[in-house]
């Protein structure tokens, strides 16, 4: 079976989704901010401020195009993954793509980190410009679209894992 790709705003639920999706499905979890920390022995925010924006970029792409092609895997992306055209496209060979999409002002109430969590921004930037560059993308990739507001966690991954039934076995 192909892997589920999980994309969306920092905040709205891609690890926790994905290991509980994974669980469900009998898949294995791979989560891409883990792979990336454990690639360069450092935490997200670290690289972002040690190295800077661009080459936690670069980390991110290398990290997600290292992600093994045989299926059966639920992979939770950071954030900024689509902001790579060759990484999303590599994922979308490989699997099918959900934009788990949640309201600004909910994504804003979830992150009280902000500082400290290893989001990819620029300085002076908000979660609203964030989230505004970055929604047409998630939308541009993703093959289905959960909308994830006023929705529990177990919601989600039922509906991911009805959905995914439905187009995998076609």
Known sequence: ?????????????????????????????I?????????????????????????FCIEEERAIMSVEESGGCVIATGGSAVYSR?????????????YLALPVEQVEKRLHNIKTRGIAMR???????VFRRRRTLYEEYADIT????????EEIVEEIVGEHSLIAGK
């Open 1 to 29: 079976m192909k892997n589920i790709i999980l994309i969306g705003m920092p905040g709205c639920g891609k690890s926790t989704i994905g290991v509980l999706l994974a669980k469900a499905m009998g898949f294995r979890f």
């Open 31 to 55: 989560d891409t901010d883990i792979t990336i920390q454990n690639r360069t022995g450092m935490l997200l925010q670290q690289i972002i401020d040690q190295k800077g924006l661009d080459w």
């Open 86 to 98: 060759s990484a999303m496209m590599y994922l979308k060979e490989h699997g099918y793509v959900y």
């Open 123 to 129: 300085p002076g930037d908000s979660i609203e410009d």
């Open 146 to 153: 959960v909308d994830c507001a006023g929705k529990s966690i």
